[in-house]
């Protein structure tokens, strides 16, 4: 599991942090790319599947996944439950074209996703939801399912207990 004791505690005198983001759609991981290129925060590394994106956890210093739900192999789901095994202190976040409430279920039961965001995404709201999960003392364990519901809801999926 990688070592975060060189990068500083505090997000507002910090150094990069590194986020994956797992699509295998490659425009969506060009739009990724494009929209972090200019992050003073941000790290990207991206990956096209859950293999590639496991392999980058075992070697990288990763803060936070960003994984697509639906990928050919590993799913989304799957994929954040292997991660929060291999590195528990790593955000997750679930990104799904579908507001279905059966996945944003399991990405809360299984994977302990931190978020959940709904394709198409508001360009800088996915920004601010990146840097709150950075910033999260929850990161890497879900602290509360209102959290969870409230990214859903702000993603467009309009859950409400």
Known sequence: MPDKSNQKDSFTGLGMRTVLFVDDEMSIRLAIQKLFSDDAVV???????????????????????????????????????????????????LMTANADLKIAIDAINISEAFRFIIKPWDNNELKFIVHEGLESPCRGRLCSTELFFKGLESSGGHYRP
């Open 43 to 93: 790290r990207l590394l991206v990956a096209s599947g859950g293999e590639e994106a496991l392999e980058i956890i075992r070697t990288e210093d990763v803060w936070l996944v960003v994984s697509d739900s639906h990928m050919p192999g590993i799913s989304g789901i799957e994929l954040l439950e292997r991660i929060r095994h291999i590195s528990p202190t790593t955000g997750r976040i």
